[in-house]
Nanobody, 121 residues
Framework: QVQLVESGGGLVQTGESLRLSCVASGSIWRIDIMNWYRQAPGNERELVAVIDSDGGTDYADSVKGRFTISRDNAKNTVYLQMNSLKPEDTATYYC???????????????WGQGTQVTVSS
């Protein structure tokens, strides 16, 4: 019933920017926490950014100062603005949320399918 869909990935050069979007659709009671994760081949999935229901944010040290997470509650959308991109940022980026559907009001984990970000040297 609830679905997360990411978009905005692509191929860029070092130093360029991208903005990722994640739209939550379906019958949603409330959204608690939205996150962005990333995973590169051979690596563990890494939490890179968090935003809570009050707009509070946190970031992994590797992206702090370069990435900004934000949300538009009216659109049920979370964004990840990625500036000063480096080759080390190359990964599949996944949107994750803890949301409660109208069906039972309990909070569940939802994942998007991922969007590929590739940063060339």
């Amino acid at each position: 019933q609830v679905q997360l869909v990411e978009s905005g990935g692509g191929l860029v050069q070092t130093g360029e920017s991208l903005r990722l979007s994640c739209v939550a659709s379906g019958s949603i009671w409330r959204i608690d926490i939205m996150n962005w994760y990333r995973q590169a081949p051979g690596n563990e999935r890494e939490l890179v950014a968090v935003i809570d229901s009050d707009g509070g944010t946190d970031y992994a040290d590797s992206v702090k100062g370069r990435f900004t997470i934000s949300r538009d509650n009216a659109k049920n959308t979370v964004y990840l603005q990625m500036n000063s991109l480096k080759p080390e940022d190359t990964a599949t980026y996944y949107c994750h949320g803890r949301l409660a559907p109208y069906s039972d009001y309990r909070v569940y984990d939802y994942w998007g399918q991922g969007t590929q970000v590739t940063v060339s040297s």
